[in-house]
């Protein structure tokens, strides 16, 4: 039996579940999921859950900006993603404001998400591969590729989605209004 103390609870044997599944914990419970528990359908719990996603998704780009500053090309592939990361999120809430339909496109956020996440996840692994640090003209070709890799295709492509979903909401802006 255990008593209440420090010394008692730590002597417990914790499960081997839970050594093996600390990163399933942080990324189901962290802060970002306290949204999720809102009443299904309730507009303030769809607004902290958008709030909270866009703030979770900055700390990460935000995090390996401030991680590749002394890499200028390296640095500029996250402020790209960035950049589409919010405008693809713009170009959506702005169609839903003006009343059409958004359009569909890549890289929204579940995208965005997987490919930053596996970039990050895949960067240790690639170092096996390629041990040391390696460099061409200034992209790493070290531990860092994966990651700027991943970061590449949500820039390039996060940013085209935005741009035709702003002309596509245009039309649908055009064909909207009544002819006069």
């Known amino acids: 039996m ?5 010394e008692s609870v730590s002597s417990h044997p914790l499960p081997d579940w839970y050594d ?3 990163l399933g914990i942080l990324l189901h ?7 999720g528990w809102a009443p299904v359908g309730a507009d303030v719990g769809e607004l902290f859950d958008a709030a909270v996603d866009r703030y979770v998704e900055y700390i990460l780009l935000a995090g390996l900006a401030v991680y590749f500053r002394g890499s200028p090309v390296a640095l500029m592939l ?3 993603a960035v950049l589409g990361s919010f405008m693809v999120s713009y170009t959506t809430a702005k ?4 009343g059409v339909v958004p359009p569909k496109g890549a890289m929204r956020r579940a995208e965005r998400a997987v490919y930053v996440t596996c970039g990050c996840a895949l960067a240790p692994i690639w170092e096996l591969v390629m041990p040391g640090a ?18 590449l295709v ?3 492509v996060a940013n085209v989605s935005a741009i035709r979903r ?7 802006i055009r064909e909207k209004k009544p002819a006069a």
């Open 78 to 80: 996250c402020l790209g």
């Open 134 to 151: 390696h460099t061409v003209a200034s992209i790493s070709l070290g531990r860092e590729l994966p990651i700027e890799l991943a970061l």
């Open 20 to 22: 093996d599944a600390k």
């Open 95 to 98: 169609a839903e404001a003006l």
């Open 2 to 6: 255990y008593a209440p103390t420090w």
């Open 166 to 172: 702003t002309f596509r909401i245009a039309e649908l």
């Open 29 to 35: 419970w962290g802060l970002y999921s306290v949204p």
């Open 154 to 156: 949500v820039a390039v």
